[in-house]
């Protein structure tokens, strides 16, 4: 048994290689007993990943506000409170918030041969505006 204490975590700004917009990231658990990372991402209106993919996938849930996510090749659909993504092994896709109102999702992934993101191109402002 593992207890992260909150203190000992550290909320980081997200990357803007992987990210646009302004996004904080806080570690739940990398790796240890469990091979998954989680993390807790707050995104501000507007704020988005790049387009990535996962290894073993990706569960998101999302813990206040309302946003986007969308695969390759398929429409963006509206998420919010509440809801849960399950993003098939090696989907290429995006998250994050709508364009007037921040969102909060939990994100879990395996890590799989020591990898549990592969981060791609930004996404551009006409495909995030597709999706509003």
């Known amino acids: 048994m593992e207890l992260k204490r909150i203190a000992d975590q550290k909320t980081v700004t997200g990357n803007p290689d992987y990210f646009r917009g302004e996004v904080w990231i806080e570690p739940l658990v990398a790796g240890g007993l469990m091979e998954v990372r989680g993390v807790k991402v707050t995104f501000s209106p507007g704020a988005r990943t790049a387009w990535h993919t996962h290894p073993g996938g990706q569960l998101l849930y999302v ?48 890590i799989v ?3 549990d993101s592969a981060w791609l191109e930004q996404v551009e402002d006409g495909i995030y505006a597709e999706a509003r």
Do not use: N, Y
């Open 63 to 110: 813990v206040s506000g309302r946003g986007w996510v969308q695969k390759e090749g398929e429409p963006a659909r509206a998420m919010s409170m509440g809801d849960t993504v399950i993003i098939g092994a090696g989907e290429k896709h995006w998250h994050g918030a709508a364009a007037d109102c921040p969102m909060v999702h939990l994100a879990v992934q395996p």
């Open 113 to 115: 041969g020591g990898v």
